[in-house]
């Protein structure tokens, strides 16, 4: 064994999601797609999608945890109607659908974990974060809600896994919602500012040594 496989380089796990709601792209995916493979501060990017689909999107993810240990994981989503790249700061314990899924669910009012908190926070340094992208000319924001459909879910998930499995302990994790791309609608970001501010983004998270807040 070499050491390189002895020794391999910590990753970072970015996820985006597949198209939904009639739409034929999500920016989130496409976003995630160009980072696959870098190299940001020692780690090596690893790139997923998951489906936007309830209960499905969290297997996904729970696979890729335990295959990849990464030191940090950013979920991405599309938040169609903001302008900014936002950063989420908690994660709720609701499936509400205002639309079915991809695989035609609509959860109403019902936990995603149930028994779990009420609420789990990002351990993103999404302050830090936040200024790495002003300092960059993108349009960025610090959120209070990333919903209640799939985005929240898979969010909620994450959260809740970390907070919960020893092997995750060292992991740290949070959401990012990206605006539509210009063909989609208005409001809208390229898709060349979406894919610099998660490496932006990613960067400052890995430079701090931790969470905003515990
Ligand atoms: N956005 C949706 C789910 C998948 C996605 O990209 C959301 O905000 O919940």
Known sequence: MDTHTRFPRPRVLLTGFDAFGGATLNPSWLAVQA?????????????????TVFGASQQVLDVLLAKHR?????????????????????????????IPDNAGA??????????????????LPIKAMLGALQREGLPAEVSLSAGSFVCNH???????????????????????????????????????????????????????????QK
């Open 35 to 51: 980072l696959r493979g870098r190299q940001v501060r020692g780690h090596t990017v690893v790139a997923a999608q998951l489906p």
């Open 70 to 98: 990464p030191a940090l994981v950013v979920c991405v989503g599309q938040a169609g109607g903001r302008s900014s790249i936002s950063l989420e700061r908690v994660a709720i314990n609701v499936d509400d659908a205002p």
């Open 106 to 123: 609509r959860p109403i009012d019902t936990p995603v974990v149930p028994g779990a908190p009420a609420a789990h926070f990002s351990t």
């Open 154 to 212: 898979v969010f909620y998930g994450l959260m809740h896994a970390i907070a919960t499995r020893p092997e995750l302990r060292h992991t740290r994790g949070g959401f990012v919602h990206v605006p539509w791309l210009p063909e989609q609608g208005t409001p809208s970001l390229p898709l060349a500012d979406v894919v610099r501010g998660l490496r932006v983004a990613l960067r400052c998270a890995l430079a701090e040594p931790g969470p905003s």
